[in-house]
């Protein structure tokens, strides 16, 4: 389990605007939280630098009380096991299997091939995937693509699953199972964090959101709508 | 991840045999340079041990005179045998080999002297044989002593020039493979970037995202070396007969250096050592650049 706190953190991007404004946030350890928001609002950015894949300008990224922006590089491919991460563009290795992509995490933790598989196939069968793992990720759908990253993200059980526009490609059906999915993991205890503008598939699901708007923080219905996991079942 | 590694160079083989082939050429020239250094040095090692020097005695000298000073050779105990040659054998040898038979026969004597091949043990050092023969110089008898050292001796230095020239081409060519591995490695880390910051969105360490690119190299420097041992063996089976020849004429009875299993285990070690070399130079550099933050 993992508490996350974003404190007055901003980034600013060379040559462009102000992704992020002075933002300040706390996500409670094992809580599930929507990032919601117009296009460039700001929520991929936010994301990507709970991921370390950016840094911000100013400001605090703390995870677990560490921040994650001083981190050392040596200690940043530790840090990225322990998050599970959806993109909106997928990142698949188009030239590997199904299969292959699910697994990339557990081979870069070092876990033996007998366990990858029985763990992949677990994953894969929960995205409803199971029998197209052999499969090249070129021959599926861009909805079946996302699924594939969606299997990816929680194959390593992760503490923290940062989800960008996960159900951007899929139908309303899918899209449901796949916040179903999600619910599960932060049932668990995970901490979930998902962008998504579909307000309203969002809204029936009950669970914290936070708007975006131009970098800053302009809705947060914390106290209205956050479900605690932790003991209560939601 | 070895079979990834294997997969893409022969998915991408004309590139890979090209890398094969200028890293086979690259290592060619020093390594047939070590291989041509130890021939010689064999060579000239079993011509040293052909311990002997000649005598010529003087026109005049009587066969009294060349009989009584081969007997006194003789009778030294380091001498092992001493075998003359008569004028007049000499000069049927010489007839034997030139076709100026009709002009020997307008002389009215024999210009050739007598002379005496003196072989001694086989223990003896250089010194002491220019020692021994010495003390034959100074005899009435005769005219000259030859040791024949001093070609060897020149033989012994082009030998040392061809030790140096390896290394330093050795040197060169090795940086030269490291090189051309390392640019290799680099094309194939271009066509692999998005997968490098994937496999680093997931949590991949450094070393796990070089390993496909040692591999990468060590493929390439094993390739490399392999046309490198097929090249030089080529060379040798081209070589082997005129070079034997020439080696017997001069009494050396030529057995190559080259076709042992361990120099071609040594190049083929050398190879993939160059190759994870390359890798680690593309690898290093290209990863320092690539930035997912």
Do not use: C
Not at chain 2, 8 to 36: D, E, K, N, Q, R
Not at chain 2, 58 to 76: H, I, K, R
């Amino acid at each position: 389990m993992s508490k996350i706190e974003f404190l007055r953190v901003s980034k600013r991007f060379e040559g462009g605007g102000e992704a992020l404004k002075d933002v300040s946030l706390v996500f409670p350890e094992g809580t599930m939280t929507f990032l919601t928001g117009h296009s460039g609002a700001g929520k991929s950015t936010f994301l990507r630098l709970l991921l370390r894949a950016e840094s911000p300008t100013r400001g605090e990224v703390l995870v677990n009380d560490v921040n994650v922006v001083k981190l050392p590089s040596r200690k940043i491919s530790a840090y990225r096991q322990n998050l599970g991460a959806v993109f909106q563009d997928h990142h698949l290795l188009t030239e590997r299997s199904v299969y292959e992509n699910v697994a990339l995490p557990l081979k870069v933790a070092g876990m033996r091939e007998r366990d990858i598989g029985r763990r992949v196939r677990a994953a894969l069968s929960r995205v409803g995937l199971l029998e197209k793992e052999r499969f090249g990720t070129r021959a599926l759908s861009s909805g079946e693509q996302q699924r594939i990253g969606i299997a990816r993200a929680i194959v390593n059980r992760p503490k923290v699953l940062l989800a960008d526009e996960p159900t951007g490609n899929l139908d309303p059906g899918l899209s449901r199972d796949i916040m179903t999915l999600f619910e599960q993991f932060n049932q668990i205890g995970t901490t979930v964090i998902v962008a998504s503008h579909d307000t309203e598939l969002i809204g029936v699901m009950g669970f914290r959101i936070i708007e975006l708007a131009r970098g800053r923080v302009v809705r947060d219905d914390d106290a209205t709508g956050l479900k605690e996991r932790k003991g209560s079942g939601g | 991840m070895i079979r990834d590694s294997f997969r893409y160079t022969s998915h991408h083989f004309g590139t890979s045999l090209l890398v094969w082939l200028l890293i086979g050429t690259a290592m060619s020239a020093p390594a047939g340079l070590y291989l041509l250094q130890r021939n010689i040095e064999v060579i000239s090692r079993q011509w040293e041990s052909l311990n002997s020097f000649s005598v010529y005695f003087n026109v005049d000298a009587s066969a009294g005179d060349v009989e009584a000073l081969v007997q006194q050779m003789s009778s030294q105990v380091e001498i092992e045998a001493v075998t003359t040659v008569t004028p007049e054998e000499a000069l049927d040898e010489f007839s034997s080999y030139t076709e100026i038979t009709d002009a020997l026969t307008l002389l009215q004597s024999n210009p050739l002297p007598a002379s005496a091949r003196v072989t001694v043990d086989d223990d003896v050092s250089v010194t002491r044989i220019s020692e021994i023969a010495s003390q034959f110089e100074r005899a009435d008898a005769v005219d000259e002593i030859v040791v024949e050292r001093s070609w060897l001796g020149r033989l012994k230095a082009i030998n040392e020039l061809i030790a140096r020239l390896g290394w330093v081409l050795g040197i060169l060519f090795g940086i030269g493979s490291i090189l051309i591995t390392a640019a290799s490695v680099r094309l194939a880390l271009e066509m692999r970037l998005e997968e490098i910051k994937v496999l680093k969105l997931v949590g991949a360490t450094d070393a796990f995202v070089k390993r496909p690119f040692l591999y990468f190299g060590a493929i390439y420097g094993f390739g490399g070396s392999l046309v490198a041992a097929m090249v030089l063996s080529a060379a040798l089976i081209l070589l082997e007969a005129p070079l034997g020849a020439l080696g017997s004429s001069y009494g050396a009875m030529v057995r190559f250096q080259g076709d042992e299993p361990a120099f071609y285990i040594g190049l083929v070690l050398v190879g993939v050592v160059m190759g994870v070399a390359g890798g680690l130079v593309a690898s290093n550099q290209r990863l320092r650049e690539i930035n997912i933050d």
